[in-house]
């Protein structure tokens, strides 16, 4: 079974602080990798991806990519209320057998909390 | 471009109820994935197509569960009958071709269909 594991949390953080999301996977095959954040009743919506090992920003978003301890981390930095949210970790699955696809797999996502 | 457009955003039905839920993917989207997301297990897959052909329709929960996608800007995802555990919300998602370095692209979610089953 292919999984994606994330810390339900709840991860909470003052205002103006970072945040550390984590996530490991299990596929060794796994080609690229996404965040997407959840706001309650909502669809989720991508706000990173990353393919190759080290660091990726965007604003106060980084990307954290170790293929080799399978492991992806997203950093929110001078975190904001409206970064309250469940973020999901997705991978890129590959597929079961050859010629298929690569299957978005995710994980059940970390709840942040960003008290002023 | 709309985005991918699911259809109803709500339903209500009573146990042993055909559901049908609907789905527009992304025009030019040649992937469609159906998901079910709950708070005991999160997001899903039930089944994904490619190019309207059902690739893998392992995570179907049973054989009450059926999705069709008859062309590329329509999919189907149909529980007859229905259960109370089938309440959960159901999304829909489109992905494009293959970006370059060979690295797919990510997918895109509708807005979601909340059902319950009462």
């Known amino acids: 079974q292919k999984e994606v594991e994330q810390n339900s949390g709840p991860l909470s953080v003052p205002e103006g602080a970072i945040a550390s999301l984590n996530c490991t996977y299990s596929d060794r095959g796994s080609q690229s990798f996404f965040w997407y954040r959840q706001y309650s009743g909502k669809s989720p919506e991508l706000i990173m991806f990353?393919?190759?090992?080290g660091d990726k920003e965007d604003g106060r978003f980084t990307a954290q990519l170790n293929k080799a301890s399978q492991y992806v981390s997203l950093l929110i930095r001078d975190s904001q209320p409206s970064d309250s949210a469940t973020y999901l970790c997705?991978?890129?699955?590959?597929?079961?057998?050859?010629?298929?696809?690569?299957?978005?797999?995710f994980g059940r996502g970390t709840s942040l909390i960003v008290h002023p | 471009d709309a985005g991918v457009i699911q259809s109803p955003r709500h339903e209500v039905t009573e146990m042993g109820q055909e559901v049908t839920l609907r789905c527009k993917p992304i025009?030019?989207?040649?992937?469609l994935f159906w998901y079910r997301q709950t708070m005991m297990r999160g997001l899903e897959l039930l089944i994904y197509?490619?190019?309207?052909?059902?690739?893998?329709d392992s995570g179907m929960p049973e054989d009450r569960f059926s999705a069709k996608m008859p062309n590329a800007s329509f999919s189907t995802l149909k529980i007859q009958p229905s259960e109370p555990r089938d309440s959960a919300v159901y999304f829909c998602a489109s992905r494009g071709p293959r970006a370059q370095q060979l690295m797919n692209t990510e997918a895109f979610f509708g807005q979601g269909t909340r059902l319950t089953v009462v």
């Open positions: 025009s030019g989207h040649n992937s």
């Open positions: 990353i393919y190759s090992n």
């Open positions: 197509f490619n190019n309207n052909v059902p690739i893998d």
């Open positions: 997705a991978v890129n699955m590959t597929p079961p057998r050859a010629g298929g696809s690569y299957i978005p797999t």
